[in-house]
C-alpha cells in the first residue's frame, strides 16, 4: 500500500500543492506504522504528535486485530496510551 501511494505522490507531483504533497506523506508513515513491532507504537505515538490519539489507538486496534495480538497487550497499550502526554 505504501508503494501504491508514493506512486500517487510521484504522479501528483507537478499538480498537487506542497500542503497536498506533505498531507500524503503524513499518509504515508501512517501506513507504515502498520508494520511496526508491538512494542514500538508508543515510542512511534510519541515521535509524531501529527496523529492524535484517537489515530493512534484506531492503528493499534487494527494491528492487533490482524496480527492477532493477546487482549491483554492490546488494551495495555491503548491504555498506555490514553494516558500518555501526546
Not at 23 to 42: C, F, G, M, R, S
Not at 43 to 48: I, N
Not at 70 to 78: F, G, M, P, S
Request: charged share 20%.
Amino acid at each position: 500500500m505504501s508503494l501504491d501511494l508514493q506512486v500517487l505522490i510521484n504522479g501528483l507531483q507537478h499538480l498537487a500543492s506542497a500542503r497536498i504533497r506533505s498531507n500524503l506523506q503524513i499518509v504515508d508513515t501512517y501506513i507504515k506504522a502498520y508494520y511496526l513491532p508491538e512494542t514500538e507504537y508508543i515510542h512511534w505515538a510519541r515521535a509524531h504528535p501529527a496523529y492524535t490519539k484517537s489515530q493512534v489507538i484506531g492503528l493499534i486496534n487494527l494491528v492487533a486485530s490482524m496480527n492477532n495480538w493477546k487482549r491483554k497487550a492490546r488494551v495495555e497499550l491503548v491504555e498506555k496510551i490514553e494516558a500518555s502526554d501526546l
